[in-house]
């Protein structure tokens, strides 16, 4: 039930030569960081994680299963086994929270149940139970461009949460909270992946969070794997060399305070057309 | 930038005032005559027979009547070009493979580009007269008209939340009505409301061809020279289209 | 179950779906909706029988010749149409103007003037654009009798009441200080208007008139089915005498000069903006 890449690469379709040379493998149950330097691409393996970006060259293989060898009716459900949370919350502003949440699950409900679910939510305590878990449940039917960023960034977790996927994937999940508050949401990621026995990983952009929470944190420097180490043994002289570019080492605080520019300027645009 | 009149705007003008002029000349108008002192009369006289308007109470139920004909044509075809349009519009957007991009597009054209009254002469051959062939008649060209609306909104629409509900699983209608569907929902349904106040306008006119409401009415008291008549059933046409906006306009804000 | 968890927007949507089912039914038999009618013998075989004379298009040179003077009648009943709406609307489009007003620019003693007449200048344009021009167009065919001049005075007053209001719009929404300025200093409406106002809004007028010429072009095509000239009144005699090859030619045509029509407007509007 875990995964493994072999060898993958990928270009995007600009030219940008995203991922190279990745040999990755991961067991059944693990939870691993991904930490590197924007543009790096953590999101770009994420997304061939997620089985949804296919690699131009190399072998992927997800929960024993090759996505892009089987049927697409079987790469919808391969799909359906994983939840990844995105960065910047895929979430329609007018969409009411309890629809986004249940959305999580369209992948496993017959059509005609996710029809119903439009008109009259079909699990309200279901998606409750995901968002009161994120602290969120009161809130479970008002739209989503009542919340703050921070809010709907714990609605998108809440989807996944609600999903229930074999595969947990995170791409900076965190990136619109405050350090508390990412503490405590990387740490449910974390217990959750323990309680179901699934694999986790999630890419973070504050190294102090990925070394506190996780086993295992791979660093990733321009499209390629520049260790793959037990969190304890990541020296500062690797993380030095994986931060090379942005001069210093990213960090979510705790202790010191974050620079308010700097999670800024990591905010993804919200959409509030 | 240049100073002074550039040649091709003075060419521009040019050739627009020969345009104008050559439109009269070969009309062959008869703009002298309109006013000259017999035809002034005649016109003032005309005019006359319109007032006042006919007000007796069998005539304006009979009015009434035709009002809710011409109200319930107009609202039946946005409905249904609203649904029509949404469907075409999907692969008009590029969503379903360039063929089909250019196949909905097509249909979408020919759709908007035959006239309303076109329609309705088609119709009522194919569906007898009566407000049923007024109503094909408005819901096929309206469809042309919200379809391609309805794609341009498509278009511009952020595709991630669908992505990612595809992306976990989802079937392609369950992520369009989850993930896009509430990203236009709010600018389909201002461009259907707009379409339905220029709809109020035009079912009123289809009666002229047969196709039944205000419009069938009109042509028979003109016909008849029944003048007071007509005047009754323009003021009807007149408040109907106020009345319209105004419900459209309480609608677009109550669902903002 | 708690009540948080019951959907606060259930019992709205039940009752507004209720609303809309019972109005419905009127409505659909309203419009004496039975879409079993178009499959109907008799229908069907009416429709059958002239569509299929569509094919061949009637293609000889009498009717070609008859069908180019209807083309060219149409066009000039846009073009004739059109410039006597701007007729009509210039001057009334001025007095809506509150930004060519004197009396506004001091203590005002004779301000309530100006105001009555815009006030009936609105009223006026209002009724001229609130009759449909098809009305107007079957009006004046009782008064001159069959023929373009019907149309091209219908075109003229429905669409000097459309213009009339737009330039009042567009002159009152460009920035006014240049005219006030002018005012102040002394000069007439006129010149206020050509040195202050128009050069700020002379390409949105101008593109606006463009586009309401391509709208009469539409318009003067169905003018015909109520006497008043153009391929709209050959279409109604093809259409009556159930001749499909010269309903199809007439078709064709039309398209033609709609797709032409919107062409040429909005290469003209690219170049104006």
């Not at chain 2, 469907?87 to 006239?115: K, T």
């Not at chain 2, 002469?121 to 194919?126: G, I, P, Q």
């Not at chain 3, 009498?62 to 069908?67: E, G, I, T």
């Amino acid at each position: 039930m875990g995964f493994s890449l072999e060898g993958v690469g990928l270009t995007h379709a600009n030219g940008f030569r995203a991922l190279r040379g990745i040999d990755l493998r991961i067991a059944p149950g693990e939870r691993v960081a991904l930490i590197g330097a924007s543009g790096a691409g953590k999101t770009t393996l994420l997304r061939v994680l997620a089985a949804s970006l296919r690699p131009g060259e190399g072998r992927v293989t997800l929960l024993d299963g090759e996505p892009w060898a089987c049927a697409p009716a079987a790469l919808r459900r391969l799909r359906a086994r994983i939840g990844l949370v995105h960065q910047s919350p895929p979430i329609p502003p007018r969409q009411r929270v309890v629809t986004a949440v249940l959305a999580g699950r369209l992948g496993q409900w017959p059509l005609w149940k996710s029809l119903a679910s439009l008109v009259l939510p079909v699990d309200p305590n279901g998606a409750r139970a995901a968002l009161a878990r994120l602290d969120l449940a009161e809130r479970l039917y008002e739209r989503c461009d009542r919340l703050s960023g921070g809010q709907q960034q714990r609605v998108a977790l809440a989807r996944v949460l609600y999903q229930q996927p074999d595969l947990l994937l995170a791409d900076e999940p965190v990136s619109a909270m405050d350090p508390a508050l990412s503490e405590l949401t990387i740490s449910l990621l974390n217990e959750e992946a323990t309680r179901r026995g699934v694999t986790l990983v999630a890419s973070l952009h504050a190294v102090d969070l990925a070394l506190r929470h996780f086993p295992r944190v791979v660093g990733v420097k321009e499209g390629a794997i520049l260790f793959d180490l037990p969190a304890a043994q990541v020296s500062d002289a690797l993380l030095r060399e994986l931060y090379a570019a942005e001069g210093g080492l990213p960090l979510a605080g705790g202790l010191r305070a974050p620079e308010p520019a700097e999670t800024a300027g990591e905010l993804p645009p919200l959409r509030c057309a | 930038m240049r100073a002074g009149v550039s040649f091709g705007g003075l060419l521009a003008v040019v050739l627009v005032i020969a345009a104008v002029a050559g439109s009269f000349a070969y009309l062959d108008m008869p703009l002298g005559a309109l006013f000259a002192g017999a035809a002034a009369g005649e016109i003032v006289d005309f005019v006359g027979r319109f007032f006042p308007p006919e007000l007796g109470p069998a005539f304006l139920a009979k009015v009434g009547w035709a009002a809710l004909e011409t109200l319930a044509i107009s609202l039946v075809s946005t409905v249904l070009a609203a649904v029509a349009g949404a469907v075409l519009a999907l692969p008009a957007a590029g969503r379903h493979g360039v063929a089909g991009q250019v196949a909905a597009r097509f249909v979408l054209n020919l759709l908007r580009s035959v006239p309303e009254l076109v329609w309705a002469t088609l119709m009522v051959l194919a569906a007898g007269l009566g407000p049923f062939a007024g109503t094909l008649a408005l819901a096929l060209h309206t469809t042309g008209v919200l379809g391609r609306l309805f794609a341009e909104a498509l278009e511009n629409t952020p595709p991630a939340p669908a992505e990612a509900l595809a992306g976990s699983g989802a079937p392609s209608l369950a992520a369009f009505l989850y993930g896009t569907f509430p990203l236009v929902a709010a600018q389909w349904l201002a461009y259907a409301l707009y379409r339905w106040e220029m709809n109020i306008r035009m079912a009123a006119i289809l009666g002229f061809v047969g196709a039944g409401g205000l419009g069938a009415l009109l042509y028979f008291s003109l016909s008849l020279f029944h003048e007071a008549e007509a005047s009754t059933v323009i003021l009807a046409m007149l408040a109907m289209a106020v009345a319209v906006d105004g419900a459209s306009a309480w609608l677009r804000r109550a669902s903002a | 179950m708690s009540t948080a968890v019951r959907d606060p927007a259930a019992l709205p949507r039940l009752g507004w779906t209720l609303v809309a089912l019972v109005l419905l039914w009127p409505l659909l038999r309203l419009t004496d909706f039975h879409p079993a009618a178009l499959f109907e013998a008799g229908n069907l075989t009416a429709m059958g029988n002239f569509l299929a004379g569509f094919l061949p298009p009637e293609t000889s040179p009498d009717f070609l010749s008859l069908l180019g003077k209807a083309t060219v009648e149409t066009l000039a009943m846009a073009t004739a149409g059109i410039a006597l709406s701007i007729l009509l609307a210039v001057p009334l489009g001025l007095v809506l103007t509150r930004s060519l007003s004197i009396a506004r620019l001091g203590p005002g003693r004779r301000g309530w003037i100006g105001q009555l007449l815009r006030a009936v200048a609105r009223a006026l344009l209002a009724v001229l654009r609130g009759v449909p021009e098809l009305v107007w167009a079957l009006l004046f065919v009782r008064v001159f009798g069959l023929g373009a001049a019907a149309g091209v005075l219908a075109l003229g007053i429905t669409y000097g009441g459309m213009l009339g209001k737009v330039y009042g719009e567009i002159l009152e929404s460009a920035d006014a200080r240049p005219a006030r300025a002018l005012l102040e200093a002394g000069s007439g409406r006129l010149a206020a208007l050509c040195y202050g106002l128009l050069p700020n809004a002379a390409s949105e007028l101008v593109s606006y008139t463009v586009y309401r010429w391509e709208c009469a072009v539409r318009a003067s095509v169905v003018m015909g089915f109520v006497g008043a000239g153009g391929l709209g009144q050959l279409m109604d005699q093809s259409m009556k005498m159930l001749n499909g090859g010269e309903a199809a030619s007439i078709l064709a045509t039309f398209l033609v000069l709609v797709v032409a029509a919107d062409g040429l407007s909005e290469l003209l509007r690219r170049r104006l903006a």
